[in-house]
């Protein structure tokens, strides 16, 4: 498994525990990194991604829930929240990753750590998103790549 599906990995953790205690996010962190071990490696790219999510979580939950038919994002399950909001935060703000490699990430990761369901889920909501905004936002900056 590479660092960044590691890293995802661990910022899932951090926001999952954020989730149940809105603590600081670089103490959840570090927290959540002591009691998991994790290693140095992937220390700095988990925590990058911890802490843009929780920068831009307001915006990130408009565009979930815009794009989630039929879910308010308080219903949703809250490990599949967390993962959406990393994927999309990666998806809208992290230019150097593609957005199709985010989308898949997050549905690879909520396989492995969500209900039976979360994959088909994540995967549906994140797949409207790409479809919905990322392809218009990636049009207008080089109508070339998409």
């Avoid at 220390?43 to 879910?71: A, H, M, P, Y």
């Avoid at 979360?118 to 218009?136: A, E, F, P, W």
Wanted: net charge neutral.
């Amino acid at each position: 498994m590479g660092k960044r599906r590691r890293a995802r990995e661990l910022a899932i953790k951090v926001l999952f525990h954020l989730e149940f205690s809105p603590d600081d996010p670089s103490e959840a962190f570090d927290l959540v990194c002591e009691n998991f071990e994790a290693p140095e490696p992937i220390r700095e790219f988990s925590k990058n991604l911890v802490l843009g999510v929780c920068g831009e979580k307001t915006s990130l939950d408009k565009v979930i829930s815009q794009s989630s038919r039929n879910w308010r994002i308080d219903r949703m399950a809250r490990l599949d929240r967390s993962i959406l909001r990393l994927a999309v935060f990666e998806m809208m703000f992290m230019p150097d990753i593609p957005p199709r490699v985010s989308l898949d990430e997050a549905v690879e990761i909520g396989k492995i750590y969500g209900s039976e369901d979360s994959g088909r889920y994540i995967n549906g909501v994140l797949d409207n998103i790409y479809n919905t905004i990322i392809k218009n936002k990636l049009r207008k900056a080089d109508p070339q790549k998409v």
